[in-house]
């Protein structure tokens, strides 16, 4: 019985799937044949600046080697940044949220230099750093570090008193009220702060590739600009599009899996 009902669930979200599946693809017929209009048909765009889709999927075919190359270069710039900066906005989120003290004196850091756009810090790093990824890096964790302490710190101050109280009366020394109870219930904010540090981390990293790197989309697009070869800087654009959208995925993933307990109490 409960295995016919599990089956009949899975069937009734296949249903609903379908439509909004076929819809996608068609916007997306759509999309391309408007491209072709507009830039080769009838030319209401400037060329070279605006490729038509047939050029742009040329110039994958020819430089799919070298595109692949940089992709991997630049989710491995990404991912390295992104990650430091975000064990950096954790470890400071929670000592400013969870300590009277830390915050006295680390919210007015944070709002003196959070707010500094992270690209205004590259002559600094390209005069502390001699390694090139480290500068990038450096850069890309910086740009991530704000939100993240930001909203890990809000999460972490507005847990309810009465959740604290109660694992007080049981016996809960700090630790266990830090890692058991505050950062768990700080947990939906804390995931807003990762989200907004991956946003800027995507829109640092095209600047700083721009540090010297040898590789990556954001060097290939400047590469391909600099010889006015836009289908090729539509190409990469098209591929940092997909890139992107698959590393926010998988974020909603561990998103869904780890705040499971909000579903049906929070629509998302």
């Not at 709002?111 to 850069?139: E, H, N, Q, R, Y």
């Not at 939906?188 to 907004?196: A, K």
């Not at 599009?241 to 579903?263: E, G």
């Amino acid at each position: 019985m409960l295995g016919s009902t599990n089956g009949a669930q899975r069937a009734s979200r296949r249903s609903h799937l379908r439509p909004a599946t076929g819809l996608l693809l068609s916007a997306a017929i759509l999309v391309l044949c408007a491209w072709q209009l507009i830039t080769l048909k009838f030319a209401l765009l400037p060329l070279p600046y605006f490729p038509g889709p047939e050029l742009v999927l040329q110039s994958v075919v020819n430089d799919w080697r070298l595109l692949l190359d940089c992709t991997w270069h630049s989710l491995f710039l990404l991912l390295g940044g992104y990650f430091g900066g975000v064990v950096a906005g954790l470890i400071s989120g929670i000592c400013i949220g969870w300590s009277p003290r830390i915050r006295y004196w680390g919210m007015p850091i944070l709002k003196t230099i959070g707010p500094i756009p992270a690209v205004a810090w590259i002559p600094l790093a390209l005069v502390i750093f001699d390694s090139t990824w480290v500068k990038a890096g450096s850069i890309i964790a910086l740009a991530v570090w704000f939100p993240v302490t930001m909203l890990t710190a809000s999460g972490i101050s507005n847990v309810r008193v009465a959740y604290l109280d109660v694992a007080r009366t049981l016996g809960a020394g700090r630790l266990y009220l830090i890692f058991r109870v505050a950062i768990p219930a700080a947990m939906p904010s804390i995931f807003i702060g990762l989200f907004m540090g991956l946003g800027t981390s995507f829109l640092t990293l095209i600047v700083a590739e721009g540090m010297g790197v040898k590789s990556g989309l954001g060097w290939y697009i400047d590469w391909a600009r600099t010889y006015s070869e836009y289908a090729r800087v539509f190409a990469a654009l098209l591929i940092m599009s997909a890139f992107f959208s698959t590393i926010m995925t998988l974020l909603f993933v561990i998103r869904d899996y780890v705040l499971v307990w909000q579903k049906g109490v929070i629509k998302w």
